[in-house]
């Protein structure tokens, strides 16, 4: 499960495995999970060691 925020649906959500979208290795050992939430909009999570990111993250 992925604790998310959806911008377009204004809400945080748990999303299960089955959301993963796609794995996307950064520079740097940060990687950005990408998934859709259950309205079918895209949400890219920024997790990794290396990474100072306070809480989920979306682009």
């Not at 299960?16 to 996307?24: C, D, I, K, M, T």
């Amino acid at each position: 499960m992925f604790l998310v925020y959806c911008a377009e649906c204004e809400e945080r959500m748990l999303l299960p495995v089955r959301h993963v979208q796609g794995l996307h290795n950064l520079a740097g050992g940060v990687i950005a999970v990408e998934l859709t939430c259950y309205e079918g909009h895209r949400v890219i999570v920024l997790t990794g060691s290396g990474i100072d990111i306070p809480g989920p993250a979306t682009v």
